[in-house]
C-alpha cells in the first residue's frame, strides 16, 4: 500500500504562485507514476498533471500547460506541483495520485489516492 499526503493548498490573489507537495510513504515510488487531479464543486474530478518517475517524462493538460510544472523527488518520496499565473478557473480541491507503470490521464487508472488539498484564487 502507497499512502498520500498533500500539502501546500491555500488562497492567493490571480496572479499568484502556489506548491502543492505530495509526500508517500509505505512504499518507494520510484518506480510509480504520480498525477495531481483537481475537483471543483459540481465537477468532476479532471487530469491536471503527471510524471513518471522512472523515466521523468510529465503531461499536461491544457489549461494549466505552460504555467505549472511538476516534478518529483525520489530521494525524498514526494512529488511536487509548482503552480504560477493562478487563475480563478484553478479553483479546486488537488489531489495527488499514484499508480505502477506509465503515466495515465484518467482517475480510473491511478490506484492509491491522497486526501486533497484546497487551492482557491480569487480574482
Known amino acids: 500500500q502507497v499512502q498520500l499526503v498533500e500539502s501546500g493548498g491555500g488562497s492567493v490573489e490571480a496572479g499568484g504562485s502556489l506548491r502543492l507537495s505530495c509526500a508517500a510513504s509505505?512504499?518507494?515510488?520510484?518506480?510509480?507514476?504520480m498525477a495531481w487531479f483537481r475537483q471543483a464543486p459540481g465537477k468532476e474530478r479532471e487530469f491536471v498533471a503527471s510524471v513518471s518517475l522512472n523515466y521523468g517524462s510529465t503531461y499536461y493538460t491544457n489549461s494549466v500547460r505552460g504555467r505549472f510544472t511538476i516534478s518529483g523527488d525520489n530521494a525524498e518520496n514526494t512529488v511536487y506541483l509548482q503552480m504560477n499565473s493562478l487563475k480563478p478557473d484553478d479553483t479546486a480541491v488537488y489531489y495527488c495520485a499514484a499508480r505502477r507503470g506509465v503515466s495515465a490521464m484518467s482517475v480510473r487508472a491511478y490506484e492509491f489516492w491522497g486526501q486533497g488539498t484546497q487551492v482557491t484564487v480569487s480574482s
Open positions: 509505505g512504499r518507494t515510488v520510484s518506480s510509480y507514476s
